[in-house]
């Protein structure tokens, strides 16, 4: 039973490791698929011919669809091209010399004539009465035409109806129908009346008519047409059509191959019978500018490089497999156009890069993303996906699947992400993770394949980024968390290196192709290198810094690998490229790829003088030419690419990992293209209207013909609201193209350019004056169309005109004249009426002086009174003045001077202006035994109310403090206070005058200064020479003097302060002053300024705060009497 059970698992197992497939699809051209979805009026195309715009024109073969006209972006509908009536199917077209298309076409009762497509114009001209040799006139209408052919030469069309007739339709220099003569047909009508029949004429003007499997030819010399004769031919060779290759040679195109005539006989182009173009139809064909021969066929799309039988023939799609080709050509741009029957259109760019694709496809066949991709020395493949690791021996075909599991065994994978998979140089695979294992895979059947884990501490590598193996055979293994360790193979041995520039964290790391040396690359600190001796211990360590243009050092750098110059390279997600040369000590900036959408860079791969970048898309910059291609999902099949590493074989094929499978390429497969866009002038749009050729605008047809065959545009200045639109034409890129324009002023060469994507351009209001519409298209790698110029006339309004200013000026000359004559009789009439008046009024005027006189001589006696008194004012005025001057010099006398201040204070300020000569403010000091007493005092009044006021204060402090020798602020005040109400006689009822003081008793005690302090509504404010703040001791809310007593007491505050702390004592004089938009100076802003300058001595500060006071109040008039006192203790 056991062996029973082993076979079932072995079976299952089996069963799970075929499970998943490797499919590969090589590269290939991508094929950009039209139909009435995108924009065609119906499936079945007939016809497909390029304008000189190109634009394409798409015959169709339906009822009343004639054309559909493509730019690449958009379709428009044959309703827009003028006299389309009578096309119901477009049968065959063929564009002459002149760019003028002729069509075959079928009208409405099923009959077959010509018509004549101008494509820029749009309009189409009907060739149905054309004269025979005889000079009778046919109606081309009732001939059934159902094939047509030009000679090279385009003076002739040969016409065959569906009775196989076969008529020549001469054409003058011009292109225009001459005469129709009928030539003997070979073909018997009655006979296989259904036939396939074509009509072609060869370079030598050879005529050759095929019916079903016949073929007949007529040299220009011959009476009549004589058969090929063909050996290999019979009645199931049905000829298709004929062709001519850019060699000028014809090929006849069958139901069994192609054919060609050679020495008059009917051969098949290649011999061999079993070749797969001799067992297909072949029904249409194209030879296009690179050589590549195109065979619609009913197996697909063939390609090859010639037609030989050694040439290669590539199915290019056989999703078209039992289908009829109608045509094929090419356009101007490099591009294949195709159309197949009940299927559509189709689009090939020659210089589109192909790309093959290896599908790892799961049960349902869906594609899985791959993460990685590696081929090994054994011819086996190894994917790694989100769901595990594949491999594929492509000898054998077998595959083995290997699956993640949380569960540990041999044959599955741990959870964490696989990064890559690796062969040393001993022929061993590895595979690694982000973290924790290194996986060694033995065996050599893949679908048992045992997997030999081997953990990894987190504390030496964290956060995987790179493996690389040196000569000795041990790994070195790159970390972004931890730096680079070493791990031995053999031993089993992961390593820390002592070296501080190992634990920087390591992005990636890359073996010198020349010695045993390793390179890894860092976040902030460039890029390291270091040797290894052959016990692979670290030797000799460099340093390599990574800038950029704008010499920022040490930027990120990842993605470090080495070209065959052994240039070392690297990159950042942030789009940029570096590299160094063998020789250069530091990394240089290549490029900041902002041009790419991508938003960060996955890897770089430098391919010989190229560089493949990765984001979400593929794109490849060229070295040399400096050309960038992006290259779109449909292209590559895939929509997002991985960020793990990109391998390269000893081919050159180059392999991306990516959402869909593995994309591969090689750089021959690069192809740039040598076309540029085309850009046309499309339409004119006059004050915001659309305006069709030959609509009136204003009373006069604007456009004749088409904007960009007059190229030329006559706007009166009412019509100087213009826009215009353009045409860019790019297929290979439609969506790519940018304009770049200007409306130039005439001779003006610097005017500058503007860019848009916009088709519509508005120039908003011109002025009047002649200009060139300037413009030429871009595509995305960098190719400028051929510039395009329109010339644009705005007319001036008729005042601008310089005739009109002269005959302005003649009109306003003479409307000056007669005004000026009609003026000069009005002031003659109006003199003459005035010089009455001042006579009467003279008279009056005489009568009035001689009053005035006897009023002048009375007022000179009142002057003469009042200068008498004014002088006896000034004099007493002046007198007044003396004696205040006076009673100010008493009044200074009492105040403490300089040498007393000095005594007691290390640094002293005193600011003392009066409001008037005299002042109601004063400071006071006495100096008795150790205490010194200081008073700032603001008497009521100012002037002299106020000196008297101060008078007696400064006399009754003397009695208080010198003669009664009271030192205490609070008993000073209480009696101040009683002394001054006494002396006024205030209990009587008197008057209310008084006083506001602040006072303080300083006295000495060794190295500190005791202060006692009280106020009578005035503060004391301080600062400690070790603090930057003003601090203060609040007054009692009192007054000394008045009627009314009070039952408050002063209170009185003791402190202690140090030798350069300050005390600050003012008056309210300095914070009412105002300034001009009448705000007080105010008390805050007076600290503050105190508090900005303590860090001066007292003497500056003071200084400082007067002159911020005075620029504060300058031009004010002052309201009180100022005090402010500053002292350093």
């Known amino acids: 039973m056991k062996w029973m059970n082993t076979i079932a698992i072995l079976l299952i197992c089996s069963i799970s490791v075929i499970a998943n497939d490797f499919d590969h699809e090589k590269p290939t051209p991508y094929i950009k698929y039209l139909n009435t979805l995108d924009g065609l009026s119906t499936f079945d195309i007939n016809t497909i011919d390029e304008d000189r715009q190109g634009r394409i024109w798409f015959g169709n073969k339906g009822g009343a669809k004639g054309f559909d006209i493509y730019d690449g972006k958009k379709f428009e509908k044959w309703s827009t091209v003028k006299n389309n009536y009578l096309i119901k199917n477009a049968l065959k077209s063929h564009q002459i010399k002149n760019g003028k298309i002729w069509i075959l076409y079928q009208n409405f009762g099923n009959q077959g004539s010509l018509a004549v497509l101008e494509p820029i114009k749009k309009e189409v001209h009907y060739h149905h009465i054309i004269k025979d040799q005889k000079g009778e006139e046919k109606d081309l209408k009732q001939i059934k035409f159902i094939d047509m052919f030009f000679t090279n030469s385009e003076d002739a069309v040969y016409l065959l109806d569906n009775q196989k007739k076969l008529y020549k339709l001469t054409l003058d220099k011009n292109a225009k129908p001459e005469f129709i003569s009928e030539i003997n047909s070979p073909i018997d009508a009655s006979k296989a009346k259904y036939a396939q029949t074509s009509v072609y004429v060869d370079s030598k003007e050879t005529l050759w008519l095929s019916h079903g499997f016949k073929l007949f030819m007529k040299k220009e010399s011959d009476v009549k047409f004589k058969m090929i004769q063909s050996d290999h031919m019979n009645k199931d060779y049905i000829i298709n059509r004929f062709y001519q290759d850019n060699n000028g040679k014809m090929l006849i195109l069958t139901n069994f191959g192609l054919f060609t005539v050679h020495r008059g006989v009917m051969v098949p182009v290649i011999k061999d019978s079993k070749h797969p173009i001799n067992k297909t139809r072949i029904t249409a064909m194209y030879h296009d500018e690179l050589g590549n021969y195109w065979l619609g066929t009913w197996d697909g799309l063939y390609r090859s490089g010639g037609l030989t039988k050694t040439s290669k023939f590539e199915l290019i799609d056989k999703n078209i497999k039992s289908k009829v080709f109608n045509c094929i050509t090419g356009d101007s741009f490099g591009g294949i156009w195709f159309s197949v029957k009940d299927f559509g259109v189709g689009y090939i760019d020659l210089y589109n890069t192909t790309f093959g694709i290896i599908r790892n496809k799961d049960k349902e066949g869906k594609s899985k993303n791959v993460n990685y991709y590696f081929k090994d020395s054994k011819n086996r493949e190894w994917i790694l996906t989100s769901q595990g690791l594949s491999v594929r021996d ?310 004749s013909t088409y904007l960009d065959h007059s190229k030329k545009l006559e706007l009166a200045y009412a019509e100087n609201e213009v826009a215009i639109s353009v045409r860019g034409i790019y297929p290979p890129a439609p969506n790519k193209i940018t304009y770049k324009y200007r409306l130039k002023k005439e001779n003006n060469k610097d005017q500058k350019w503007l860019t848009t994507k916009n088709e519509d351009i508005n120039f908003g209001s011109v002025v009047p004056g002649t200009y060139e519409v300037e413009i030429f298209a871009e595509d995305h790698q960098g190719n400028v169309s051929k510039k395009n110029v329109l010339s644009l006339k705005v007319k001036k309004p008729w005042w601008m005109y310089p005739i009109v200013w002269v005959a302005f000026m003649i009109l306003f000359m003479l409307i000056g004249i007669i005004i000026y004559k009609s003026k000069v009789k009005q002031h003659k009439e109006k003199a003459k009426l005035l010089e009455n008046i001042v006579q009467e009024r003279t008279k009056e005027i005489q009568m009035r002086n001689e009053e005035l006189h006897q009023q002048s001589e009375e007022l000179e006696q009142q002057r003469d009174h009042l200068f008498e008194a004014n002088q006896t004012i000034s004099t007493k005025n002046e007198l007044i003045t003396q004696s205040l001057n006076y009673a100010k010099t008493i009044q200074e006398t009492i105040l403490p001077i300089d040498d007393q201040m000095e005594s007691s204070f290390t640094d002293h300020f005193v600011y003392y202006r009066p409001k008037d000569i005299v002042s109601g403010d004063f400071y006071w000091m006495a100096k008795e035994e150790n205490k010194t007493i200081i008073a700032c005092v603001d008497c009521t009044g100012h002037g002299v109310p106020g000196a008297l006021m101060s008078m007696v204060g400064n006399a009754v402090l003397n009695q208080i403090v010198k003669e009664k020798k009271i030192f205490s602020p609070k008993v000073i005040l209480e009696e101040l206070d009683s002394r001054i109400k006494k002396i006024l006689k205030q209990e009587k009822g008197f008057n209310d005058d008084g006083m506001d003081l602040s006072i303080c008793c300083l006295e000495r005690q060794e190295q500190k200064i005791k202060l006692t302090f009280s106020g009578a509504k005035n503060d004391l404010y301080y600062a400690r020479s070790f603090e930057n703040e003003v601090s203060v001791i609040k007054g009692t809310k009192r007054h000394i003097g008045g009627k009314i007593a009070s039952s408050k ?81």
């Open 394 to 703: 492509l000898k054998t075909g077998k595959k083995g699947e290997y699956k993640k599991q949380q569960k540990e065994s041999h044959k599955t994978l741990p959870q964490t992400d696989a990064l890559g998979v690796f062969e040393t140089s001993s022929g061993e695979i590895w595979v690694y993770f982000v973290n924790l294992y290194l996986c060694r895979v033995v065996g050599n059947d893949v679908t048992n394949l045992h997997l030999d884990f081997r953990y990894l501490n987190m504390n030496i590598v964290r956060n995987i980024s790179g493996i690389e193996e040196d000569e000795n055979g041990v790994f070195w293994v790159s970390s972004v968390d931890k730096g680079v360790a070493s791990y031995n193979p053999k031993s089993f041995k992961l390593d820390s290196q002592p070296y501080d520039e190992f634990k920087k964290g390591s992005l990636s790391i890359v073996k010198d192709p020349r010695s045993n040396k390793m390179w890894f690359s860092t976040s902030k600190k460039g890029v390291f290198s270091f040797e290894i001796d052959r016990n692979s211990k670290v030797g000799k360590i460099e340093n390599f810094k990574v800038i950029n243009q704008e010499n920022k050092e040490n930027l990120p750098i990842r993605f470090l690998q080495f070209d065959e110059d052994y240039t070392l390279w690297g990159g950042n997600r942030n789009k940029k490229v570096f590299y160094k040369k063998d020789e250069e000590k530091e990394f240089t900036t290549l490029a900041q790829f902002d041009q790419i959408k991508d938003p960060v860079f996955n890897n770089i791969k430098v391919d010989g003088r190229a560089i493949w970048i990765v984001g979400d898309h593929l794109n490849y910059f060229d070295l040399d030419d400096e050309h960038l291609i992006s290259f779109s999902s449909n292209s590559t099949k895939n929509n997002l690419f991985s960020k793990y590493e990109i391998n390269q074989n000893h081919n050159g094929d180059i392999f991306f990992c990516g959402s869909n499978g593995v994309l591969f390429t090689n750089k021959k497969n690069i192809k740039f293209s040598p076309y540029q866009p085309k850009v046309f002038f499309n339409g004119l749009q006059v004050n915001g209207d659309w305006v069709d050729v030959g609509e009136e605008v204003n009373g006069r047809v604007l456009l």
């Open 1049 to 1129: 007491e002063f209170e009185e505050e003791s402190m202690y302060f140090l030798p350069g702390d300050r005390i600050y004592l003012f008056t309210d004089g300095i914070i009412d002053l105002h300034n001009g938009e009448r705000r007080r100076f105010g008390r805050k802003r007076l600290i503050e300024l105190v508090e900005n300058t303590l860090d001066t001595p007292v003497s500056i500060q003071g200084e400082k705060i007067v002159k911020h006071v005075e620029e504060y109040s300058e031009n004010q008039l002052q309201r009180d009497d100022i005090t402010f006192m500053a002292m350093a203790l």
